[in-house]
């Protein structure tokens, strides 16, 4: 992930999750600066939101790459590379 701020763009790491309080917490790092992100109860909806919209996002991913089977080939397509695997006859 990055943050965006006026004085620049910063790579953000999690490095870790608790519960503090009672609370969610999720240990980040941007740099060498440490920061916990305390979740309150007014943070769920947007929290539901975002998961709802980052599993919207691998669906849509999903199933634009998924193989497609055609024939006995399967493809998979991304960014303008296919994959193909051809399925063969079982050896007795």
Known sequence: MRVLSPVGTFPLRLTGAHVKDRRPVVDTAMGVWRSEVIF???????????????????????????????????????????????????QD
């Open 40 to 90: 309150e109860p007014s943070d769920l909806p947007l929290a539901v939101l975002a998961i709802g919209l980052i599993a919207a996002a691998f669906a849509a991913v999903w199933r634009a790459t998924r193989p497609r089977a055609s024939s006995g080939v399967a493809t998979w397509s991304l960014v303008g590379i296919e994959i193909e695997a051809v399925e063969r006859p079982a």
